[in-house]
């Protein structure tokens, strides 16, 4: 199995590393999962430079930051429609202000993988669209890793 790591990076104070790092442990440690982790794997699309110097280009050369961003959303995309089993996504105020998690969800949806959305917002505020490509919402990461015990791990009885 492998499972896709949706959330917020550019705007995230630590580009959601540390969520990820979590996660990924536990999906790797408990169940056996491998995660497609956009953090680590930018590394796979772009020079060393390119991971130093991009987001400066933001403000410097749009053109050259668009077409580093380019390969990383090729990439993911590219995961997303041939090796993923699932999505967890962090929705949390830094997702909301970027696009590439409302991308990936929509994609998810669009080619029937689940996606198990953790998020502390208010329901009422997550747009209709958002809501609609999640398979099940939780409150929190302990709350998600029991039922992805209960969902993936098999039963003693």
């Given at each position: 199995?492998?499972?896709?790591?949706?959330g917020?990076?550019e705007?995230?104070?630590?580009?959601?590393?540390?969520?990820?790092?979590?996660?990924?442990?536990f999906?790797?440690?408990?169940?056996?999962?491998?995660?497609?982790?956009?953090?680590?794997?930018?590394?796979?699309?772009?020079?060393e430079?390119?991971?130093?110097?991009?987001?400066?280009f933001?403000n410097?050369?749009?053109?050259?930051?668009?077409?580093i961003?380019?390969?990383?959303?090729?990439?993911?995309?590219?995961?997303?429609?041939?090796?993923?089993?699932?999505?967890?996504c962090?929705w949390?105020?830094?997702?909301?202000?970027?696009g590439?998690?409302?991308?990936?969800?929509?994609?998810?949806?669009?080619?029937?993988?689940?996606?198990?959305?953790?998020t502390?917002?208010?329901?009422?505020?997550?747009?209709?669209w958002v809501?609609?490509?999640?398979?099940?919402?939780?409150?929190?990461?302990?709350e998600?890793?029991?039922?992805?015990?209960?969902?993936?791990?098999?039963?003693?009885g």
């Amino acid at each position: 199995m492998k499972v896709y790591l949706s959330g917020a990076i550019e705007h995230a104070p630590d580009s959601g590393k540390a969520w990820r790092d979590d996660i990924s442990a536990f999906l790797k440690m408990e169940l056996g999962h491998d995660c497609y982790n956009p953090l680590i794997e930018e590394k796979m699309y772009l020079t060393e430079e390119e991971r130093r110097k991009f987001r400066s280009f933001k403000n410097t050369d749009l053109s050259k930051f668009k077409k580093i961003v380019r390969k990383l959303m090729k990439g993911d995309l590219e995961s997303l429609n041939n090796e993923i089993d699932y999505m967890i996504c962090l929705w949390d105020s830094y997702a909301i202000q970027g696009g590439g998690t409302y991308g990936e969800l929509t994609f998810a949806f669009y080619k029937d993988i689940p996606v198990y959305m953790v998020t502390e917002e208010n329901i009422n505020e997550i747009s209709a669209w958002v809501l609609s490509c999640t398979t099940n919402i939780f409150e929190s990461f302990e709350e998600i890793k029991e039922f992805l015990r209960e969902r993936y791990l098999p039963s003693c009885g």
